[in-house]
Nanobody, 123 residues
Framework: VQLQASGGGLVQAGGSLRLSCAVS????????MGWFRQAPGKEREFVTS????????SYAESVKGRFTISRDNAKNTVYLQMNSLKPEDTAVYYC?????????????????WGQGTQVTVSS
């Protein structure tokens, strides 16, 4: 199983980035996908998740209204559109996959993880 995250970079505050996570080696459509992030000196935290069908999503309060998760099951890819970025969004962003359908805010529920992609928002 491989999860390959990409799309990170340096952006000014107020800007946008779109992260992608390409998945191989598992039945993608049967897995809930999540994005987590870890800022320097902080614990990894939940950002958002999306069900296998794409019909159910969940967001951390800190990103609601600014970030949008989506998926393309034909391409085995999950996306994270990040708008109105703030310096506090600076972190390494990780995609993850889980066969669970509850407790999705907990990283312990996720079975597979990508390598992470760095997002840096300058003020």
């Amino acid at each position: 199983v491989q999860l390959q995250a990409s799309g990170g970079g340096l952006v000014q505050a107020g800007g946008s980035l779109r992260l992608s996570c390409a998945v191989s080696g598992l039945g993608f459509r049967w897995y809930t996908m999540g994005w987590f992030r870890q800022a320097p000196g902080k614990e990894r935290e939940f950002v958002t998740s999306i069900s296998g069908s794409g019909g159910s999503t969940s967001y951390a309060e800190s990103v609601k209204g600014r970030f949008t998760i989506s998926r393309d099951n034909a391409k085995n890819t999950v996306y994270l559109q990040m708008n109105s970025l703030k310096p506090e969004d600076t972190a390494v962003y990780y995609c993850a996959a889980t066969g669970a359908d509850y407790g999705l805010g907990s990283q312990g529920r996720y079975d597979y993880w990508g390598q992470g992609t760095q997002v840096t928002v300058s003020s």
